[in-house]
């Protein structure tokens, strides 16, 4: 009785067993490593600008000032920040990140549309069809866009390798666990995988805050 109580406590260390102590998943690989383990990055607000929006919000032919790499390979936080104002409310220092896209791309909390005045839906990226605009402001100019405003859906990047060790494929959904005080699972979590991806699951401020979760903390992934 002692050492299944000791092995119990073990396999909760290393998150194989869930809240409730059932099983989650069978896990593979070396012994004591957890390969369905995977780190935190906490997305605060953002823009991803455009060639034509950049132009006019810093200047033509302007480039983003590098400030800091990104988990993502070739994504960093530019020194640039611009200033979103909606019908209600506005704010300021929002960080442009890089590199610039095809279409301009704003991602903020449920509260940020609160203080904004619009109601953004819960989308991955990309998908900006019937997304609410707002006015952006740079030091040199601004833009009105009528569409491109999300709040981000919370989703995995993953490297192909390890989507194949792991029985994942692009497109899949799964659950999230997250340990700690204010531990929790998060359901309906997108795996997303390219060659051009480091292994972490991207979440907002505010799913951050619940779970009391910040960067490069460990959480794991429950297969279905």
Do not use: Y
Not at 144 to 154: F, M, N, P
């Amino acid at each position: 009785m002692q050492q299944e109580t000791i092995e119990r406590i073990i396999r909760q260390v290393l998150g194989q067993v869930g809240p409730a102590g059932g099983s989650i998943a069978t896990l593979s690989g070396d012994a004591g490593v957890d390969p369905f383990q995977v780190a935190v990055g906490v997305s605060n607000r953002h823009i991803h600008l455009s060639r034509t929006d950049m132009d006019t919000l810093f200047g033509p032919g302007a480039e983003l000032q590098r400030k800091k790499a990104m988990k993502q390979p070739g994504q960093f936080a530019a020194e640039e920040t611009v200033t979103l104002k909606g019908p209600k409310g506005s704010l300021s220092k929002v960080r442009v990140l890089g590199p610039l896209r095809r279409e301009t791309q704003v991602e903020v909390s449920v509260a940020d549309g609160f203080a904004l005045g619009i109601t953004p839906p819960l989308r991955q990226s990309g998908q900006l069809d019937d997304t609410p605009g707002l006015t952006i402001i740079g030091p040199q100019g601004s833009v009105t866009k009528d569409h491109g405003v999300i709040v981000a859906q919370r989703h995995i990047h993953m490297h192909p390798s390890t989507a194949a060790k792991l029985g994942l494929r692009n497109g899949d959904e799964v659950d999230v666990e997250a340990g700690g005080e204010r531990g929790g699972v998060m359901h309906r979590v997108l795996i997303r995988v390219a060659e051009a991806s480091a292994d972490e699951m991207h979440i907002d401020v505010e799913e951050a805050n619940a779970l009391c979760l910040k960067n490069d903390d460990v959480v794991r992934i429950c297969k279905k």
